[in-house]
């Protein structure tokens, strides 16, 4: 089994800046790539970003290309999402999540199912 625990979200003003975290845990010794996703209450939870472990290619939405970016520790297995001039379209829980396997890369994208893992959340709030 594989824990990811999610830290790092909070209240911030617009245009400013939080770094979230995912810690692994567990048997993390298969893990292909990583992702963030959001989801608002009401609605999908939709993808932020992406990165495969090996290799560290990067993947990001479109809203929020230019403004967050993925990156990660080998040695601490850790995922982090650093965010910057942060709108409240922002506002959101954000997961973590990990796939062990190979695959074609843009269905890491999807969610769900693509992936093996998922983090309990941790909440993001961007006041106007």
């Known amino acids: 089994q594989v824990q990811l625990v999610e830290s790092g979200g909070g209240l911030v003003q617009a245009g400013g800046s939080l770094r979230l975290s995912c810690v692994t845990s567990g048997r993390t010794f298969s893990m292909y790539a990583m992702g963030w996703f959001r989801q608002v209450p009401g609605k999908e939870r939709e993808f932020v970003a992406a990165?495969?472990?090996?290799?560290?290619?990067?993947y990001y939405a479109d809203s929020v290309k230019g403004r967050f970016t993925i990156s990660r520790v080998d040695a601490d297995n850790t995922l982090y999402l650093q965010m910057n001039s942060l709108k409240p379209e922002d506002t959101a829980v954000y997961f973590c999540a990990l796939r062990r396997t190979v695959v074609f890369n843009p269905a890491l994208r999807l969610g769900g199912a693509q992936y093996d893992y998922w983090g309990q959340g941790t909440q993001v709030t961007v006041s106007s």
């Open positions: 990165l495969i472990w090996n290799g560290g290619s990067t």
